[in-house]
């Protein structure tokens, strides 16, 4: 299933195989459309190492409990012509100028985290 113009739902499936939820899937089809922004301001693919998780799976990697994954409001990416830190910054960019939701934020050694929570969150993993 073609969410956007770039992205497809096998790309936010749950790594396990589990089945997606029809509630999970309206948060995916959101966060999709945010990406796609995303993609569109870069002029650059994006990867979705991992979106949505099923609660046995984030359980088995151990993520956190009430993970945004779970919900489908979450997704960890990278793209190849752009650094974790470069795209944590054009994320922030296009946050506060209204062009993609608030919510999670996130910056790792190896990808971003991003997330449609609804309000500001910011942390910071690199080392």
Known sequence: MQIT???NKREFNS???RRMPKDVLKNIIILAEQLQILRDHLQAPIHINSAYRSPQHNKRIGGVKNSQHIYGRAADITSRDYTPKQLH???ERLISK???LEGGLGLYNGFVHYDIRGY?????YTN
């Open 5 to 7: 113009k770039n992205f």
């Open 15 to 17: 790594k396990d195989g």
């Open 89 to 91: 910054t054009e994320i």
């Open 98 to 100: 209204g062009e993609m």
């Open 120 to 124: 500001k969150a910011r942390w910071n």
